[in-house]
T-cell receptor, first 112, second 112 residues
Framework: KQEVTQIPAALSVPEGENLVLNCSFT??????LQWFRQDPGKGLTSLLL?????REQTSGRLNASLDKSSGRSTLYIAASQPGDSATYLC???????????FGKGTRLSVIA | DTAVSQTPKYLVTQMGNDKSIKCEQN?????MYWYKQDSKKFLKIMFS???????INETVPNRFSPKSPDKAHLNLHINSLELGDSAVYFC???????????FGSGTRLTVV
């Protein structure tokens, strides 16, 4: 059964720092991996989707990489800002018509 | 204008009651989901529907019954509510395999 793990569970950094969030999954046979952001009391916002054939995706200051064979993904946030404070969730889609399996998230605080 | 909308946003009810949560998406997506986020913020799939047909039914008590009158709607009815049902319930939709998910803002259910 697929399990998704995110490390660290929480992270606090000063504004302006570059940072990396980690995600690992136990079964490398995935269709895609998605990164989401969740603000307190809110829903999830999709940040990046990496197909299984891709190595990375970029959006603004965010860059997500995927190493399927080792079961790992990283989310790189450049020049962090207080507005980046949120919980970041990683999720994998294992095959067609199977729903996303989520990690427990990394709670990020960016201190001004 | 909201892509995936859930109602109500908050629901406080007594044990033993029956309640429903409604979800509608205006994205034209074929697949809709219900996820449960527990007190530890862990998101778990409950149900998945594709074109009004049930695809996934995880280990959920049969007190929970989803209903999809059309592919734009997926409602969740819960009978005989228990304290342990207290959680945030998220509705989501996607166009299909390897497509990004869009989440609703969640329904916070509190059973007292």
């Amino acid at each position: 059964k697929q399990e998704v793990t995110q490390i660290p569970a929480a992270l606090s950094v000063p504004e302006g720092e570059n940072l990396v969030l980690n995600c690992s999954f136990t079964d490398s046979a995935i269709y895609n991996l998605q990164w989401f952001r969740q603000d307190p009391g809110k829903g999830l916002t999709s940040l990046l989707l990496i197909q299984s054939s891709q190595r990375e995706q970029t959006s603004g200051r965010l860059n997500a990489s995927l190493d399927k064979s080792s079961g790992r993904s990283t989310l790189y946030i450049a020049a962090s800002q207080p507005g980046d404070s949120a919980t970041y969730l990683c999720a994998v889609e294992e095959s067609g018509n199977t729903p996303l399996v989520f990690g427990k998230g990394t709670r990020l605080s960016v201190i001004a | 204008d909201t892509a995936v909308s859930q109602t109500p946003k908050y629901l406080v009810t007594q044990m033993g009651n029956d309640k429903s949560i409604k979800c509608e998406q205006n994205l034209g997506h074929d697949t809709m989901y219900w996820y449960k986020q527990d007190s530890k913020k862990f998101l778990k799939i409950m149900f998945s529907y594709n074109n009004k047909e049930l695809i996934i039914n995880e280990t959920v008590p049969n007190r929970f019954s989803p209903k999809s009158p059309d592919k734009a709607h997926l409602n969740l009815h819960i009978n005989s509510l228990e304290l342990g049902d207290s959680a945030v319930y998220f509705c989501a939709s996607s166009q299909g395999v390897s497509q990004a998910y869009t989440f609703g803002s969640g329904t916070r259910l509190t059973v007292v």
